[in-house]
Structure formats: structure tokens, C-alpha cells
């Protein structure tokens, strides 16, 4: 299976400040829409503060961690701009390949779906430890 899905990757280096992911992006191109996971490097995110051109950093992603799942199955606008802090080395899956893949071997799907779902679980737990220490810094 792994054999598999290394033939449906895009192995790619970015240079430091690529802009993978730009938050509030509509009209996303077909080649956009992608998830990516990191071989080398870090990636930065961040999001938009309210009524302000400013971002605040909500985490810096790691070696084999993965962004961009959404793109893969919802059109929603970009929540958050992630781009490279530093060189960066990703595999990335666009949403044509993916849906392709999903079609065409349900074993592998399924161990891609509960691989996306913990991941999106790890970013849910972490963007509620990013708003509770907003909340804390507010309150005091």
C-alpha cells in the first residue's frame, strides 16, 4: 500500500516564505488544492487577527507532520496562511488524486481517513490550547 501511495505523491523543496496554504483564499486553483507532509523543515502557522492586516502565530508544524487536510474534503476559504521558516522538503497529495485514490482502494482510504483524522484531532487540541491562552492573556 505504501508503494501505492508514494506513486500518487508530489515529493517538491520550497524555499523559506513559500506560501503554501494563504488563509481567507477563495477561488482555489485545482493544483492548490492539496495537503502536504513534512520530510524537512518547519512550517509556520498563522492567522488573521480580528479587524487588523496583523497574524498571530498559532504553531510552527515539524518533520512528518501534516497540513492542508481540509482542502481535500471541504471548498471553505483558507483558515490560516502556512508558509515555510526556512527550507522545506513536503510530499503533498492534491484533492483529484486523492479522490481518485479514495475511489479506487478502499483499504487504503480508510487507513488514510483515520491518518487525517488524527491529525486534524492533534490541530483541534491545539488551536483550543491557543484560544484558552488568548482567553487567559485577555482576562488579566
Known sequence: ELSIFAKVVSCDDYNDGHIFIRSGATQIKASEEAMYIIIKGKVLVRVPQKDSDNYSVVRLMNQGEAFG???LIDTADRSATCSAAGP???ISLNKAT???LYRSNEALAAKFQFALAKQIAKDI???N???AESIRQQSS
Do not use: I
Open 129 to 131: 490550547e491557543y484560544l
Open 98 to 100: 486523492f479522490d481518485h
Open 88 to 90: 522545506v522538503t513536503a
Open 125 to 127: 487540541r491545539q488551536l
Open 69 to 71: 487536510m481540509l482542502a
